[in-house]
């Protein structure tokens, strides 16, 4: 009995051990699986965060040397001296002014003009990324960016602009660190502000000396002292073009589901271990199917994660500009779909706006959307035509598109100064035009849709605004909202509602959203709901006084 009795404890103690070190092992691996995924979110948010970055640097760098090429254009000497003052009032480190044979002309660097025995520096000749600017030149481009990096001439770190000179060749302006951020830190501020990583996580710029510029988690924290993430983040540090960014996803969302994961796995071995001879087929195939349910939801959620931080989400987008407002929202069911709208400057004075919905739901459409949305956006900021843009975009999309999946698109390409519209719809929903009080659609003959066919040569149409007219962009899952009977929400009632009456900035979208539920009642969503309005306010009154706030 003694022995029995021991042989019985040591059985016990053997599948307690055993189920103890499966546990064990079970927690490991789930943490350091935790981990790579929350470190592969990382790296992909980077992706976009440098992108960001760099465009809105670019951006403000772009103006700048404009606004030097005014000041030369006006007269103002050229002198080694003069450049140097003129660069300092400029913010930047240096000026440069080269011909059409790319040789430097005038510079506030003496070593970079011509001297006893020495020529002139020659951009044309120079070599490296300094040749590049040569486009300037040639026609190839108006404006042109470099990275932050050594200079070909002298190895200091710099990154250098050029704009091209109506009467021949360009002019260019270099920063180090400490212009480059003066320069763009203002821009920076809102950038990342709402943007999120992972459902908790989130992105944070900084200064050289730390001081905080966009916080995604307190945004009143600018110019405050930042300290290194501690040990409850996962995080990476990156410095983009002289910003020391941070990339943040906290330990707690990714421990939660794997103290989950290991509680179900503790149970499932547990009944194995008891019932082992006749479930153990069944206990093994539900946690597979059940593991994948799991990661199946996590790509899903973090495809829409990557989706929703895609999109412009901080309004009014730019401040300070009166001549037009512009607003969007999307409402996503609940699978992730392919609707992205976007907007920004492609010019000093035009801005191109778009609302677009991609064939097909889950993680293709969203990665074909991703890759729409950038490819549009590259083209477009080239200063190319619309039509252009859409011809290139589309033969971009046809390349390798085995899925065949294709995008209808709506964009149009405002002049600030007129109000002067030119557009190109691409198999889209026609757009409505708010003018006078009244309501219509915006129809034209569109163009094939994005992604479907290649050769095709896109149409752009034409349109004046007057100050007040306001165009309404959006999906067909507005119109295509079916209620208990099948009766779909319909292009009458959303003409009905818009005409109603004004609406203030973005009321029209919140209002449109509230009938479309209204309309379902308790029908689930079917669709992405996607809208975009855009109103044309014309150059301020003389008085100084703003327009009014409406639609219409």
Known sequence: MTERRSLNIKLVLSVVAAFALS?????????????????????????????EIKDCVDERLVRQCMAVRERLEE??????????????????????VADSKGDVVGSSEPDYLAGPGKPAFNFATAGGKAEDMMCLVTGDETEYC??????????????????????????????????????????IVDLFR?????????????????????????????????????????????????????????????????????????????????????LVGIVISAFVRRQMRLQAAKELEMAKDIQLAALPNVFPPFPDETR???????????????????????????????????????????????????????IAQTGKPLAQVFDEANEALCEGNSSNTFVTVWAGEIDTRTGHVTYVNAGHNFP??????????????????????????YR???????????????????????????????DARLLNLLSARDYPRN???AAVVEDVRRHAADVEQADDCTQLVIRYHGEPPADGGTPEPSLK
């Not at 699986?33 to 980077?46: C, K, N």
């Not at 677009?356 to 991703?370: L, Q, R, T």
């Open 23 to 51: 546990m064990a092992f079970t927690w490991f691996l789930h943490g350091w699986l935790s981990e790579r995924d929350a470190y592969a979110l990382i790296d992909r948010a980077f992706e976009n965060v440098e992108d």
């Open 75 to 96: 007269g103002y000497p050229q002198d080694v001296a003069s450049l140097q003052a003129l660069a300092r009032e400029m913010r930047v480190t240096e000026i440069s």
């Open 146 to 187: 470099q990275p932050f990096r050594g200079n070909t001439a002298n190895g200091a770190w710099r990154k250098f602009v050029g704009v091209w000179r109506p009467e021949g060749g360009f002019v260019e302006i270099g920063c180090d660190g400490a212009a480059l951020r003066g320069l763009s830190r203002a821009s």
């Open 194 to 278: 709402n943007w999120r990583v992972g459902g908790k996580g989130g992105i944070v710029v900084t200064t050289a000396p730390g001081l905080v510029l966009s916080d995604y988690v307190e945004p009143n924290r600018e110019g405050s002292q930042w300290i290194d993430p501690d040990d409850t983040f996962y995080w990476k540090r990156k410095e983009i073009e002289s910003f020391p960014t941070y990339v943040m996803v906290p330990k707690d969302s990714a421990a939660v589901q794997r103290d989950v994961l290991v509680g179900a796995t503790a149970a499932l071995n547990g009944a194995a271990l008891v019932f082992v001879a006749l």
């Open 324 to 378: 037009f407002d512009i607003w969007a929202s999307m409402e996503t069911a609940k699978e992730v779909g392919g609707d992205f709208y976007d907007f920004y400057f492609t010019g000093q004075d035009r801005v191109l706006f778009l609302v677009a919905d991609v064939s097909g739901k889950g993680v293709p459409a969203a990665m074909f959307m991703m890759r729409a949305k950038t490819l549009i956006k590259s």
């Open 432 to 457: 409505v035009l708010l003018r006078g009080g009244k309501a219509e659609f915006l129809k034209s003959r569109p163009s094939l849709v994005l992604g479907a066919m290649p050769g095709i040569c």
């Open 460 to 490: 752009a149409g034409e349109l004046q605004l007057a100050p007040g007219d306001a165009i309404y962009l959006y999906t067909d899952g507005i119109v295509e909202q079916p209620d208990a009977s099948g009766e779909l929400y319909g």
């Open 507 to 509: 009321a029209a979208l």
